[in-house]
């Protein structure tokens, strides 16, 4: 009979085990964070600097590109984006083409905008969901309010809203800010607007997942700058000044880190300690035999 | 036409019950974890379910109505009825004696996209990466040869063109020698992935970060 | 009549938008973005429904034939004619405080929460699946560590090198590879967008009967 040992115990070991052990690193430093220093990355610094630089009366298009599964990683970089904008002036148009975005993104941000106080229809409008992402926003480059069928989220008409003045096509915007979670996101406003040439400056804000492919996007210059993940948002969050969900967030996201490393480096011993000493036994028998 | 409200009382009386619902929500799609169970079972289905009416309630609200306000009603776009007769025609999909009427729309759509597709939108971030990909070989900062930028550049441009070269020319092509270039690029492929599941393993990880931030912060308080 | 009405339909509406995007001629463009793309997002918009339809279909058969585990069918009609109605009838709709009530109580959580499963299961296959079996393994393995521990803080903490490397990694392996994935991807698209439009590549006509 093949002998026991503690790896063949550990291989054998209940999932259920390891939800546990990764539940016990996110709840505990949920609950005491400790606040490690973050690590500020080039590409967030300089998407704040971009931002700041952009003046003030300035029309931007806030991509609301979400879902609630995602609200975790965006709600922190949009709740810091749409608070950074309004403080330096810009009037913020919120547009979406996830059914759940411009929802979400109106529960995130209407009561920090309210403690700002920030006027709807003047200082911000939200648009809501549109079906056919690329028809609309090829229609925005020449008829925005056409594209939109002039009616915001509640039905209001837009061309009677104090936010809209000035703004007829896609071009009239400075920058768009997109949450990008997948598709539609980045890649369906740098297809519509920025290879058309509409809106030169795109500031992609991916999820931890997209941020792979965003970083080729922001090498190339598609993209103007760049907030990824969770990690990125505690940085925009402490950059503009007003640390929040992620900041408190990133010792939780750390224990998690480790504890999936955990997982990675223990299986691998163990695996090949089981194989090393089914090799062993092979061996002997081998020998035992001539 | 003037909707209906519920009254206001019975939405306040019932807002502060929403996270409660959100947590019972949650405890019964997690207690998947511990073995599947009815519960879990009816979270799945009452997902589904809403989450296909939520689709078609935004659609209405924001896309179809509107369009009926502003360009029939307000602007006398009465053309607006054919385009909106081709979308429903892809209803006589289910339908196995007519579904090939279904095809109209589905041709118009996959026309269309195709056209915007082949125009400078997909073209020019392709050339555009593609020029970003040359990059110089021998850097020059401040009158000094850049030793690190250099081989950084050497790295990136070496590393599309070998991917580039193992995707576009297929094994029998890169024969004998020219074969190490297929286990460069396989390798550069294989770390890539790597940085792609590393950062999958954040995005899990905010996952779950979000929901006990739902359960500790909005529902027990805790911070 | 079947398929070549579609197969004309498909070329006039892709030529339009190629002429619209290479050449400036007012008519073209004028038809293009007033007609054509409104057209495209009004009949889209009409169309949202067949999923919906489907999903209703199936689980109305469900209930009639009484399949296994039908009882759940129940639930998600109720769920979805709840929802439909409530946000069709109310007055504004999405942002009515009852819609809005409903929403955030059920479909947001339910779907934050079922997406947040796959974090288990994650867990779960770092232990059980991943194994440094062969060199790409490896390699892939300790990339993945090295992007793990340097997008937090307490790598930075254990070791400094930890965000560089990872940075390095992501910039110049990670960038590039995407950037050779994207280019041969872009090609694949442009020339399966020319094989639609002239009518070689037919499998969006397929799955009907008749021809």
Redesign the interface.
């Known amino acids: 009979m093949e002998k026991k040992t503690i790896w063949h115990t550990m291989a054998a070991v209940d999932v259920r085990f390891l939800y546990i052990i990764i539940v016990i690193a996110i709840v505990i430093p949920l609950l005491n964070p400790i606040g490690l220093p973050l690590v500020f990355l080039d590409e967030v610094i300089d998407t704040v600097a971009l931002m700041r630089s952009i003046p003030p009366g300035s029309l931007v298009y806030f991509g609301a590109e979400c879902a609630a599964e995602n609200s975790a990683e965006l709600r922190p970089p949009a709740v810091a984006g749409a608070r950074l904008m309004y403080e330096l002036g810009h009037r913020i148009i919120i547009g979406g083409f996830w059914p759940d975005g411009c929802i979400l993104v109106r529960q995130w941000l209407t009561p920090y905008f309210e403690e700002m106080g920030a006027v709807y229809g003047e200082d911000y409008v939200i648009l809501g969901y549109r079906a056919s992402v690329t028809s609309i926003l090829d229609t925005a480059r020449d008829n925005f309010i056409l594209a939109f069928s002039d009616r915001d989220i509640n039905g209001d008409r837009l061309s009677s809203m104090p936010v809209m003045a000035g703004l007829n096509k896609a071009s009239d915007f400075a920058y768009c800010f997109v949450l990008s979670p997948g598709g539609p996101g980045t890649g369906t406003y740098t297809t519509a607007w920025r290879a058309t040439g509409e809106v030169d400056l795109i500031i992609d804000v991916p999820t931890g997942s997209m941020y792979n492919s965003a970083g080729n996007n922001y090498q190339s210059g598609l993209t103007a700058g760049l907030i990824g993940g969770l990690n990125g948002g505690a940085q925009f969050e402490q950059l503009i000044g007003h640390p929040g969900e992620a900041t408190r967030s990133m010792d939780a996201q750390s224990m998690g880190h480790f504890a999936i490393i955990t997982f990675l480096v223990v299986g691998n011993i163990g695996y090949f300690q089981i194989r090393r000493m089914e090799e062993q036994e092979k061996e002997a028998i081998k020998s035992g035999g001539s | 036409m003037a909707g209906v409200n519920v009254p206001t009382a019975i939405v306040d009386a019932l807002t502060p019950w929403s996270t409660t619902i959100g947590v019972i929500c949650l405890i019964g799609v997690w207690s998947m974890l511990y073995k599947e169970n009815p519960f879990y079972r009816a979270c799945e289905h009452a997902y589904v379910g809403s989450a296909a009416a939520h689709t078609l309630v935004t659609t209405y609200a924001n896309t179809i109505k509107p369009g009926i306000q502003m360009n029939m009603a307000q602007n006398g776009d009465y053309w607006e009825i054919i385009p909106i007769l081709l979308g429903c025609l892809i209803y006589f999909q289910p339908i196995r004696q007519y579904n090939w009427i279904s095809r109209f729309p589905m041709a118009f759509w996959v026309g269309y996209n195709a056209g915007y597709s082949l125009t400078l939108r997909v073209a020019m971030p392709l050339f555009t990466e593609a020029r970003r990909t040359m990059l110089p070989f021998f850097v020059i900062t401040d009158g000094r040869f850049d030793l690190m930028t250099s081989i950084n550049n050497i790295v990136f441009t070496g590393v599309v063109v070998l991917v580039l070269v193992y995707f576009i020319f297929s094994r029998n092509v890169i024969q004998g020698k020219g074969v190490f270039l297929n286990r460069w690029a396989r390798i550069a492929i294989m770390i890539c992935f790597g940085a792609g599941f590393g950062n999958g393993v954040a995005n899990r990880v905010s996952l779950l970060i979000g929901r006990f931030n739902y359960v500790l912060s909005d529902w027990l308080k805790l911070y | 009549m ?2 070549t ?3 004309v ?10 002429l ?3 050449f400036n001629i007012s008519f073209i463009n004028g038809f293009a ?1 007033r ?21 209703v ?1 199936l689980h109305v058969r469900n209930i009639t034939t009484k399949r296994t ?1 039908y009882q ?2 129940y ?10 109605i409530s ?34 299961y ?3 296959s ?3 699946a ?3 079996r062969s ?3 490896t ?11 340097g ?7 254990i070791w400094s090198g930890f ?1 560089t490397v ?19 991807s ?2 694949g ?2 020339s ?3 094989r ?2 002239v009518g070689i590549e037919r499998g ?2 397929r ?4 021809g």
């Open positions: 079947r398929r009405v579609p197969m339909l498909t070329f006039c509406a892709g030529f339009i938008m190629v619209d995007g290479f973005n007609y054509l793309m409104r057209s495209v997002t009004l009949s889209v918009a009409w169309a949202a429904g067949i999923g919906a339809l489907n999903i279909r585990n759940y069918s639930i998600l009609l109720g769920f979805f004619f709840f929802m439909l946000g069709v009838v109310l007055e504004r709709h999405t942002t009515n405080p009852f819609y809005q009530f409903v929403y955030s109580s059920f479909q947001a959580q339910l779907s934050a929460a079922v997406f947040s499963l796959s974090s288990f994650l867990a779960s770092s232990y059980r991943f194994r440094a060199l790409e393994a390699l892939l393995l300790v990339a993945a560590v090295f992007v793990i521990s997008s937090v803080p307490m790598g930075a903490a965000p990872s940075q390095w990694l992501m910039k110049y392996i990670n960038d590039s590879t995407m950037r050779a994935f994207t280019i041969g872009t090609m698209t442009l399966q967008c020319v639609n439009l969006h006509l799955g009907s009967e008749g």
